[in-house]
């Protein structure tokens, strides 16, 4: 059972930045962040895989947003730079075995609390 905790969020101006963290009691997992707004489903933001550390990122977030991971801390990271209001959501790391990326929340087996983020215009 691969327990994750979130941490970072909180609000910013439009072109401001935040770091949010998950740690992961275990690596060699494929990671991944999703974010969920009001009255809307759920979606894909990025993704880290778990053996060779690629990633993959939405087109709404790409070039914006970054996701790294330091092993010895068994931490991921989504880096938010030039956030806009429509970033606004709860997000949430989740994790999976094996080494693909998806986008599909179902796919995922292993979920953080969420953590808020809110960018005000």
């Known amino acids: 059972q691969v327990q994750l905790v979130e941490s970072g969020g909180g609000l910013v101006q439009a072109g401001g930045s935040l770091r949010l963290s998950c740690a992961a009691s275990?690596?060699?997992?494929?990671m991944a962040w999703f974010r969920q707004a009001p009255g809307k489903e759920r979606e894909f933001v990025g993704g880290i895989s778990g053996r060779i550390d690629f990633t993959d990122y939405a087109s709404s977030v790409k070039g914006r947003f970054t996701i790294f991971r330091d092993s010895a801390k068994n931490t991921v990271y989504l880096q938010m730079n030039s956030l806009k209001p429509e970033d606004t959501a709860v997000y949430s790391c989740a994790a999976r075995g094996g080494g693909l990326i998806k986008w599909s929340p179902g796919e995922y087996s292993y979920w953080g609390q969420g953590t808020q983020v809110t960018v005000s215009s």
């Open positions: 275990e690596r060699a997992y494929t």
